[in-house]
């Protein structure tokens, strides 16, 4: 398997290094969600073939048969796997036949490792059969997808290689700056006639508590929030030696004077977005993804579909939203090399009064 090329890095790598160091363990996130990323994964491509196949819960082992696997249109397909975190969905595009999985995203340790991760699951049999591991064409780019536009030419120039014939990204999109001008940037790099697939948050998916908790968060370091996380256990892998609760209810940060000094302002703001939001809500919705992530948009289902409607050269093929889980998914085709895109078609304010991300400069996120 080639190496891992650097061609950028964002400002959240430290985090998502660090996250996905403590998923990859022996057992690590990426045995886990196999199957279930190969079921996501049909379902997305072919929702007909889903329900044939998956509507009688003995047939879930099947994974249905060559005929089926050609309907995905999959087969000998070159993919893009965009902000694709340890790569699940890499490896179930492979079982399915494609061609080759370029992989991208701006955390290194998301993306090494893969070849030992792939011989370990073959070895355990949770790989489909088809997989053929002597030729799998796994290319891996470390690369800040805010400069996706930029970065890619010069990877597909560098590597001589030509457009992407499908995309996809999953639950990232809502993490870059510009999600609207992140779409084109895609569109940019697949070939005419190619499907890009992915999915967001949307409104309601970020409740006001974590806006709060990230209104003090976001002016502090990466180590910082590391630091102040362990001391209650809320990083994995780390036992607390205090209770948030406890620390939080209380108004005067001198009550505990064994805590340490460097937290005291945390302390008093945490003090009070408990008073408004209950320690529950306190203790249980704090998560570190949330505190360290530059951008979690919240995005309009409607102004998505409005936007991507209204640009010459794609073409909206369906969308799927999913309000229990505040998301949605959008299926887009390109249909001409000519893509008419300008800035001012990017609906500005909707992400301005949403989500206020512009707002957060302590950790130099606008580049
Ligand atoms: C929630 S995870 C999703 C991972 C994967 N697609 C999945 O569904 O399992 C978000 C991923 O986006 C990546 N990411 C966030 N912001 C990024 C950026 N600006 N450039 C590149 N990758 C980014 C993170 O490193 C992380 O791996």
Redesign the pocket.
């Known amino acids: 398997m080639r190496d891992v090329q650097v061609l950028s890095s ?1 400002s ?1 790598s430290e985090y ?1 290094d660090s996250h996905w160091s403590s998923l990859l363990g022996d057992k690590g996130e990426f045995e886990e969600f196999r199957r279930d990323r190969r079921i996501e994964i049909i379902k997305l491509v072919d929702r007909s073939l889903f329900n044939r196949l998956f509507q009688n819960s003995s047939a879930i082992s099947q994974w249905g048969s060559p005929r089926d696997l050609q309907d995905l249109g999959i087969i000998g397909k070159n993919i893009l796997d965009l ?3 340890t790569g ?2 890499t490896v179930g595009m492979l079982e399915f036949g494609a061609n080759s999985v370029t992989m991208v ?3 290194h340790r ?1 993306l090494i490792d893969m070849d030992k991760k792939i011989q370990q699951s073959m070895r355990n049999g949770t790989v489909l059969p088809q997989m053929d591991i002597r030729n799998i064409d796994i290319r891996r780019i470390q ?4 400069f996706l536009g930029r970065d890619m030419k010069k990877y597909l120039y560098l590597n001589n290689f030509s457009e992407f014939d499908l995309a996809i990204c ?3 999109l809502h ?2 700056r510009c999600p609207f001008s992140s779409i084109i940037d895609v569109m940019n790099t697949i070939k005419v006639g190619g499907r890009f697939y992915f999915n967001f948050f949307s409104f309601g998916a970020t409740p006001p508590i974590i806006r709060h908790l990230r209104s003090h968060f976001m002016e502090k370091d990466y180590d910082y929030v590391f630091k102040f996380l362990s001391l209650f256990g809320m990083v994995p892998k780390v036992v607390g030696k205090h209770s948030l609760k406890q620390i939080a209810a209380n108004d005067s940060y001198f009550s505990y004077p064994a805590f340490p000094k460097e937290f005291k302002d945390t302390i008093n703001s945490l003090n009070h977005i408990q008073k408004i939001y209950g320690l529950e809500a306190l203790q249980n919705k704090i998560n570190p993804e949330d505190l360290n ?1 530059p951008y979690i948009h919240n995005l309009d289902f409607e102004v998505i579909c409005r936007f991507v409607k209204g640009v010459d050269g794609i073409a909206l093929v369906r969308e799927r939203c999913e309000p229990e889980i505040t998301s949605g998914w959008f299926c887009i085709e390109k249909t001409s090399d000519n893509i008419k895109f300008d800035k001012s078609m990017i609906p500005k304010d909707h992400f301005n009064h949403n989500s206020q991300e512009y707002m957060y400069l302590g950790r130099s996120f606008i580049d």
Do not use: V
Not at 143 to 146: A, G, L, P, S, T
């Open positions: 964002p959240s998502y902000c694709c975190g699940s969905y995203d701006g955390s998301s690369m800040d997808c805010n999953r639950m990232a993490h870059l992530t």
